[in-house]
């Protein structure tokens, strides 16, 4: 029975440590994308379409204030990267991005939007949410005293739970845009891939599953580790290339996608250590 019981706790103290390499991984790949995006921006000099909206009408001061943005976006990642004061930026920055999502991109592409309205017009929005969420998700993570008098603190706490949600709306979202935009999102797979329609269902159902899954928490680290896989191998033999022959593309689209997607690669996986209980 005692050797069982050691046998019992060296094989969830594996999957433990297991998993927090996971989450660790996961907040270096968020933290290098969300670096990455601000230099982006400070190199072309305006916001990212990730980010905020190309509004029709002059905002007076939007290349300082994209400047100023890109500097934090800098200073963000580089503080998640090295492990400093993980809880605070994560928190301000899942705030700001919410902010700016619900403040920006909702009202402009329900009103602004100057073409047809459909369900694609929502991709960056999307991924701002899932940026967002992934900066409560990180939050959830950090081990650091959450003892805090601020009211703002108090009220971006509660937001960590829902952090899963926004990430994993934004995921159903994209699988239903798989569905949807079939023979246009088809033509991102690689030549060399064969049968471009099947990869492109398989991955649209994927998405949606492993959403449904983590928000309903069934199966959601299995779930979680899947996408972030799955997502990461879209990043080495989609992403990486496309960005690697068009850097400077549509002010490097193609680059901050390439981030992007590694930035949703680590928020799944700091899905998947986070829903680990530490063993006592």
Same mark, same amino acid.
């Given at each position: 029975?005692?050797?069982?019981?050691?046998?019992?706790?060296?094989?969830?103290?594996?999957?433990?440590?297991?998993?927090?390499?996971?989450?660790?991984?996961?907040?270096?790949?968020? *933290?290098?994308? %969300?670096?990455?995006?601000?230099?982006?921006?400070?190199?072309?000099?305006?916001?990212?379409?990730?980010?905020?909206?190309?509004?029709?009408?002059?905002?007076?001061?939007?290349?300082?204030?994209?400047?100023?943005?890109?500097?934090?976006?800098?200073?963000?990642?580089?503080?998640?990267?090295?492990?400093?004061?993980?809880?605070?930026? +994560? #928190?301000?920055?899942?705030?700001?991005?919410?902010?700016?999502?619900?403040?920006?991109?909702?009202?402009?592409?329900?009103?602004?939007?100057?073409?047809?309205?459909?369900?694609?017009?929502?991709?960056?929005?999307?991924?701002?949410?899932?940026?967002?969420?992934?900066?409560?998700?990180?939050?959830?993570?950090?081990?650091?005293?959450?003892?805090?008098?601020?009211?703002?603190?108090?009220?971006?706490?509660?937001?960590?739970?829902?952090?899963?949600?926004?990430?994993?709306?934004?995921?159903? +979202?994209?699988?239903?845009?798989?569905?949807?935009?079939?023979?246009?999102?088809?033509? #991102?797979?690689?030549?060399?891939?064969?049968?471009?329609?099947?990869?492109?269902?398989?991955?649209?159902?994927? #998405?949606? @599953?492993?959403?449904? *899954?983590?928000?309903?928490?069934?199966?959601?680290?299995?779930?979680?580790?899947?996408?972030?896989?799955?997502? #990461? @191998?879209?990043?080495?033999?989609?992403?990486?290339?496309?960005?690697? +022959?068009?850097?400077?593309?549509?002010?490097?689209?193609?680059?901050?996608?390439?981030?992007?997607?590694?930035?949703?690669?680590?928020?799944?996986?700091? %899905?998947?250590?986070?829903?680990?209980?530490?063993?006592?």
């Amino acid at each position: 029975m005692p050797r069982s019981f050691a046998l019992y706790r060296f094989i969830h103290l594996s999957m433990y440590i297991n998993m927090h390499g996971l989450t660790k991984a996961g907040r270096i790949f968020y *933290a290098v994308a %969300i670096a990455a995006t601000g230099f982006q921006q400070l190199f072309y000099g305006q916001f990212s379409r990730m980010l905020f909206p190309t509004w029709p009408i002059h905002i007076p001061g939007i290349r300082w204030i994209a400047d100023f943005g890109s500097l934090l976006l800098i200073y963000a990642g580089g503080l998640l990267l090295f492990s400093r004061k993980i809880l605070l930026v +994560s #928190l301000a920055l899942g705030g700001c991005l919410l902010i700016m999502f619900l403040f920006s991109y909702v009202p402009y592409d329900l009103f602004i939007f100057p073409f047809p309205k459909t369900f694609g017009i929502w991709t960056n929005a999307l991924k701002e949410l899932a940026l967002s969420g992934g900066a409560f998700i990180i939050a959830g993570s950090a081990t650091e005293d959450r003892e805090n008098n601020s009211s703002l603190f108090r009220l971006l706490s509660k937001l960590i739970p829902i952090g899963r949600i926004f990430f994993s709306v934004t995921m159903i +979202s994209f699988g239903i845009m798989h569905l949807l935009y079939t023979d246009m999102i088809s033509q #991102l797979v690689p030549g060399w891939i064969p049968a471009h329609i099947f990869w492109t269902y398989l991955a649209g159902l994927s #998405l949606i @599953v492993s959403g449904v *899954a983590i928000i309903l928490k069934i199966g959601s680290k299995l779930a979680a580790v899947l996408l972030g896989s799955m997502i #990461l @191998v879209w990043l080495i033999f989609l992403h990486i290339p496309r960005a690697l +022959s068009q850097p400077f593309t549509d002010r490097g689209n193609e680059v901050i996608s390439a981030f992007s997607a590694l930035a949703f690669s680590g928020i799944a996986f700091a %899905i998947a250590g986070t829903s680990v209980k530490k063993i006592k």
